[in-house]
């Protein structure tokens, strides 16, 4: 599935304009980039993914990826990717998610937000920019509506909300990239706006969705600061000099840069692979799962090995503050663990595999998608 070329245009415009490195940089100190929030909102590429009939864009799939992933590539740092996914996973929930930056919670699987009596309960460990926002999608769980306990494990019986931040109790922490990454605690906290879990979706897992767009989501900005990884390092070898002609004259680290190349392409491929497999087949479909889990281990890979060579083509210049290279290899970093590592990807592939006819299996499954 291609994106639109004109949704790309847009976002890669505002994002040359408003996010240069001093940018990026400020927001770490703690200065909100507004012009940037602001020309991102006005232009209704953050409302990608809301249906037209709840006040947003209604655009494929591809679109939202797009957008996320040039977002990456320029280091954006505002919470775009979870504003996003909020307004995907509240739009499709009937809701109309209200305006500025969102995110959502939780992002750890094991953690549980339970409602109850009308309000909701629970704990919400590093969840992206929630200090940043006004309002929060959350998933939660129903305590008084699940049918067995099967249903509560396999993530039926979920419903979504949207509430206020200042209604929740949060600790402040930071990610590896130094965005914001905070516990929030609801201790009975009523939601503005809900809907409850429907009787008649049988086998409907929000959660399951909710990790699958989020793991491609991740997969799409690593994609995208790998892509810019590759292109600093190739202008920094061909300006800089040693011994009378540029590094990039040099066997060892033209090596160095084609590997780099290999693995930004690995990770592109795959990512591309499993958004249209997405978009083909579905949520549910086994097709599905296989792309998307192969993009979040083989991006997550790409992520550690691409920003290992990136640093060592550019030498200590790459670890300076002024020098953008690091603003991107951080956030690599941190985004290969969230929505699950690829080692927890990689185990419930073999998982997987092994319940559905082992290795006899497995050419045959990859072929599929």
């Not at 419930?348 to 998608?369: K, N």
Request: glycine share 10%.
């Amino acid at each position: 599935m291609k994106s639109d070329p004109l949704i790309i245009e847009s976002t890669e415009r505002i994002l040359a304009d408003l996010c240069d490195p001093m940018t990026v940089n400020a927001a770490e100190d703690g200065q909100w980039p507004k012009a940037l929030w602001d020309a991102l909102e006005e232009s209704g590429l953050l409302g990608a993914w809301i249906p037209e009939d709840l006040g947003g864009v209604g655009a494929d799939l591809a679109d939202g990826f797009a957008i996320a992933r040039r977002a990456a590539a320029h280091a954006a740092p505002i919470p775009i990717g979870e504003t996003l996914l909020a307004g995907w996973l509240v739009g499709n929930a009937g809701l109309s998610p209200p305006p500025g930056p969102s995110s959502l919670l939780p992002i750890d699987p094991a953690d549980r937000i339970v409602f109850k009596d009308g309000a909701l309960e629970g704990c919400a460990k590093r969840v992206p920019f929630a200090r940043s926002c006004e309002h929060l999608a959350v998933l939660f769980e129903c305590a008084n509506a699940h049918p067995s306990a099967d249903d509560a494990a396999n993530g039926l019986g979920t419903g979504v909300a949207i509430i206020e931040r200042k209604a929740c109790t949060i600790d402040h922490g930071n990610s590896l990239a130094g965005e914001p990454q905070d516990t929030l605690t609801l201790d009975r906290v009523r939601p503005i706006a809900h809907t409850l879990p429907d009787p008649d979706s049988q086998g409907e897992n929000r959660a399951e969705r909710m990790l699958w767009m989020g793991a491609l989501l991740r997969s799409a900005q690593m994609a995208g600061a790998l892509e810019s990884c590759l292109q600093q390092s190739l202008e920094y070898a061909a300006e800089r000099r040693q011994f009378g002609r540029p590094i990039a004259k040099f066997q060892a680290v033209q090596h160095n840069l084609a590997m780099l190349a290999g693995e930004v392409a690995a990770a592109s491929v795959s990512t591309d692979a499993a958004i249209d497999a997405l978009a083909r087949h579905g949520f549910g479909d086994e097709r599905a799962f296989l792309a998307i889990a192969a993009a979040k281990i083989r991006t997550g890979q790409a992520a550690g090995a691409g920003a290992a060579i990136a640093h060592q083509v550019h030498g200590a210049m790459g670890f300076t503050r002024e020098y953008s290279l690091q603003q991107r290899t951080r956030r690599l970093w941190a985004w290969r663990d969230e929505f699950h590592p690829e080692s927890a990807w990689a185990i419930e592939l073999g998982r997987h595999i092994a319940r559905t006819g082992g290795g006899e299996r497995v050419w045959e499954a990859i072929t599929a998608v």
